[in-house]
């Protein structure tokens, strides 16, 4: 499975990358450019089975680029991330189709659960 993390988060790279050999994964890191249209570019570019978004590298502009990318790819399936525990962000992002909300400080045995979940039912997800 093709997974694209868009961070800066050296904890949560560290995380994508331990999971690069896993059930032969393909991690993509992508932290070059915050610029929406750079981001979106990459996504589609790059064309991943699973993209991971933190908020905390995208903000303000995550609900915007998921939104894009989510009207361009509607099952994609995405997994957004987030230090910020506020409901108004929580209602925004939820109504955008995300297959899992994570709050950080994430820990590894969840996100290795979760992909090993999209891993046994990618064929399953329906959006």
């Avoid at 993209?51 to 790819?73: C, F, G, H, W």
């Avoid at 955008?96 to 399953?124: C, F, H, Q, R, T």
Wanted: net charge negative.
């Amino acid at each position: 499975m093709k997974i694209l993390i868009i961070t800066d988060d050296a904890i949560l790279i560290e995380m994508g990358n331990s999971f690069n050999h896993v059930q032969a994964n393909q991690i993509i890191i992508y932290n070059s450019d915050s610029n929406p249209l750079s981001v979106v570019a990459f996504v589609f570019d790059n064309n991943p089975s699973l993209l991971i978004v933190d908020d905390d590298y995208l903000k303000p502009n995550s609900a915007q680029i998921i939104e894009t990318i989510r009207k361009m790819n509607k099952k994609l399936a995405i997994v957004f991330v987030t230090s910020d525990p506020g409901l108004e962000l929580g209602k925004e992002i939820s109504q955008l189709g995300i297959l899992y909300y994570a709050i950080k400080p994430l820990v590894e045995s969840e996100l290795g659960d979760l992909l090993n979940s999209i891993n046994n039912s990618k064929d399953k997800i329906t959006y």
